[in-house]
């Protein structure tokens, strides 16, 4: 990786840096007709795709059958590690479900209610690697909201991956369609004669799938639009260079595309982390892979004047995921108001959130952690504002509510108030 000075980043490296995108625009066209034509012909268009884009004919869109047997067959240690990482991502969604509530404001009683959407669709990625992980991540959630029908799709193969189809059961989708790309966001967002049409789509996935959910954007809700994975690493004197470069070479073996960056105060910390980020690189599996992204020029090994020249530089980034492996993790992270997950101290892989700590790694990217969270229970709930006013607080409201809708020339709402006064 090539060592810069944030402070000698030129316009265009900044560019490269900070404007991150999904790629959509470059299939958007291509997607559009994908999803007009799933629209219309249903599952004989959804067939065809998977022959043209997976190489796979599907007689059978309805896999749900075989993901207990999957359970039931893969290796102990592999069952026991799905059914670990499910229980924790479920333990801490499970904190998150909000109460019901009703307060009094001086005899106007208000509140709120939540209740859950009825059906959702969650995109399980795979051709290149299979993610049973995404799996947890998407459907654990909505089933603690309280879903009632999760209908999960995910890329059909001659074969599919066991794991996989183990955490769907045992994350406890209901239904399970062997589809994938546009054509499955599509299937989801209309419905077809084989899947269900849903209220909203979440899960990560290529630019295909990624352009697909902005289409259908509107006509179905979806979660965001995510693009390649990214880390950003804020690092002091005290960071143990082989830990930092391992986050970055795990992030980096996700996608060529991948934004793989570290900003440090420490010069010769830099240089050493840039030489262990090569040294660990070369024994990975995914060599070429992680090392195109390593190399692209939205990653890098940046050096700052200072530690806060670095955290103004991470709040601009808005990570995906960002790791705090500095002195005072506290400090840092209170400075700190855009990050779509965060990893505090040596300890905290980024790894640890993308399996089994619990955090869901369904997280925004490009920046969008300036704007909205990552992937929660709040995704799946629908509120409901709640009020009863008793006649003294109507009367005690009645002058700014009747002057308010004089103001705004709607008579008939200040009537609705007044006549409720009249002898």
């Not at 991540?137 to 193969?157: H, N, Q, S």
């Not at 966001?185 to 979440?202: C, R, W």
Request: charged content about 30%; aromatic content about 6%; overall charge negative.
């Amino acid at each position: 990786m090539n060592v810069r000075a944030v402070a000698d980043l030129g316009p265009d490296e900044r560019r490269a840096i900070f404007e991150r995108d999904a790629g959509v625009d470059a299939v958007r066209s291509d997607v559009a007709d994908i999803v007009d034509r799933v629209r219309e012909e249903g599952d004989v268009a959804v067939r065809e795709f998977c022959a043209e884009f997976d190489d796979v004919q599907v007689a059978n869109l309805d896999v749900a059958g075989q993901c207990e047997r999957a359970y039931e067959a893969i290796d102990d240690d592999v069952r026991e590690a799905v059914e670990t990482a499910a229980a924790n991502v479920r333990e801490f969604h499970e904190a998150q479900v909000p109460d019901d509530w009703r307060d009094d404001f001086d005899g106007r009683e208000l509140g709120r209610r939540f209740r859950p959407l009825q059906r959702v669709g969650v995109y399980a990625p795979g051709g290149t690697a299979a993610y049973p992980s995404s799996v947890i991540m998407g459907v654990v959630p909505a089933v603690v909201a309280g879903v009632e029908d999760v209908v999960v799709c995910t890329p059909p193969a001659d074969e599919l991956n066991p794991v996989t189809l183990a955490a769907i059961h045992v994350a406890g989708a209901d239904e399970v369609y062997s589809v994938g790309g546009a054509q499955a966001v599509a299937a989801m967002a209309y419905g077809t004669e084989s899947i269900p049409a849903v209220q909203k789509i979440v899960g990560p996935g290529n630019r295909w799938v990624t352009a697909a959910k902005a289409e259908v954007q509107g006509d179905v809700d979806i979660d965001f639009l995510a693009g390649p994975s990214e880390v950003l690493v804020l690092a002091d004197e005290t960071a143990e260079p082989a830990f930092v470069a391992a986050d970055l070479v795990a992030q980096a073996e996700h996608d060529e595309h991948a934004s793989v960056v570290c900003v440090t105060d420490d010069e010769a910390l830099a240089e050493r982390i840039a030489a262990e980020v090569e040294a660990q690189v070369a024994d990975a599996e995914r060599e070429t892979v992680a090392r195109e992204a390593l190399e692209n020029d939205a990653s890098g090994v940046l050096f700052a004047r200072s530690m806060s020249e670095a955290i103004l530089f991470a709040e601009e980034y808005a990570a995906e995921h960002l790791s705090i492996q500095t002195d005072d993790e506290e400090a840092v992270l209170d400075r700190i108001d855009s990050a779509g997950s965060v990893f505090l101290g040596p300890y905290t892989p980024v790894a640890a959130g993308d399996y089994a700590s619990g955090t869901n790694h369904v997280l925004p990217t490009g920046g969008g952690a300036k704007r909205h969270g990552g992937l929660s229970v709040d995704h799946f709930l629908r509120s409901t504002t709640v009020q009863r006013l008793d006649r003294d607080a109507l009367e005690d409201l009645s002058t700014t509510v009747t002057t308010l809708a004089d103001a705004e020339g709607l008579a008939a709402h200040a009537d609705s108030v007044r006549r409720r006064f009249e002898d």
